[in-house]
């Protein structure tokens, strides 16, 4: 049985109606960029055009939030919205099983807005200064850009299907991927957001190597009231060894989160087990 199988290790489920994690924040993510693109597409509102990421934002700082939104619109070609969701749904999973759900979720926001950094920082180093206004960004390309990274430094020699056809390992498709990004960038003849892809990239080693992201502070969820009836309370007196050993598990499943389940020592996963076999028996 591994790690993330056991009892004390699994995320509770929350009750009641939450402003916040449910199901994986991966489904969750996909939903919101295809709802926001239908809003978009069907109601002709300009959702796109007012969460995109201007390349005047140097001169407008108030605009800043557009950092983050920009990563949830994108264009009005299914394609753009269809191949990032598609990326995010199969990088995604195995990278939120690693970490989990919180982790995963400021990961992710974490992605979205360190390439839209690196966007606009070589957006207005290149770019005259009288069209800033005129160049935006959307699209999640540069977070799901940071996923796939994590991913091929995770799983290098899982076997993926290069164009949905070819068998191709992992690393070989970052490798390609890498090439692709660094030579748009370069040429810069196209309209794609290589910078912004680059950076999303950059972060996502980082983030690999040290586990340290930007939303690091963000609250776990905002939760409403629940609408069930709460179930009695039952009153519990645990001991001062059983306190101890919480304490010492709630340690280790943090270093767990922050360095992986390989950084852990054969004491700690005995401390582990045996908190588990705790956990089990009083729900017995």
């Keep these: 049985m591994g790690l993330y199988d056991r ?3 699994r995320e509770e489920s929350p009750r009641g109606f939450q402003l916040g994690l449910s199901q994986t924040v991966v489904v969750n993510l996909v939903v919101v960029n295809v709802v926001l693109y239908l809003i978009d597409v069907l109601l002709q509102v300009g959702v796109a055009d007012m969460l995109a990421l201007r390349a005047d934002l140097i001169e407008r700082p108030w605009n800043f939030w557009q950092l983050l939104t920009s990563g949830f619109v994108h264009t009005p070609d299914p394609w753009h919205v269809l ?6 749904w199969f990088f995604g999973r195995d990278v939120e099983a ?5 982790v995963f979720f400021r990961l992710y926001l974490s992605l979205i807005v360190c390439a839209s950094l690196a966007w606009l920082i070589t957006t207005n180093l290149t770019l005259d200064p009288r069209a800033w206004s005129h160049r935006a960004l959307v699209g999640a390309s540069g977070g799901v850009a940071g996923i796939l990274t994590i991913f091929v430094f995770h799983y290098p020699t899982r076997t993926i299907l290069l164009n949905f056809f070819i068998p191709v390992p992992a690393w070989v498709l970052g490798l390609i991927w890498l090439v692709t990004n660094v030579s748009g960038a370069l040429s ?12 999303g990239a950059a972060f996502g080693l980082l983030f690999y190597k040290t586990h340290w992201c930007l939303f690091s502070l963000l609250p776990d969820k905002l939760a409403l009231p629940s609408l069930k009836r709460k179930p009695p309370l039952r009153v519990h007196r645990p001991q001062p060894q059983d306190e101890k050993l919480s304490a010492q598990a709630d340690e280790i499943l943090e270093k767990i989160s922050r360095q992986g389940q390989d950084s852990l020592t054969p004491h700690e996963r005995r401390v582990l087990e045996e908190y588990s076999r705790q956990v089990q028996q009083k729900r017995r």
């Excluded at 690693?98 to 919180?102: E, L, V």
């Design 7 to 9: 009892d004390y290790y």
């Design 83 to 88: 191949f990032n969701m598609l990326a995010l």
């Design 98 to 102: 690693i970490y989990g759900r919180k």
């Design 188 to 199: 810069g003849g196209d309209n794609v957001a290589y910078t912004a892809h680059l950076g």
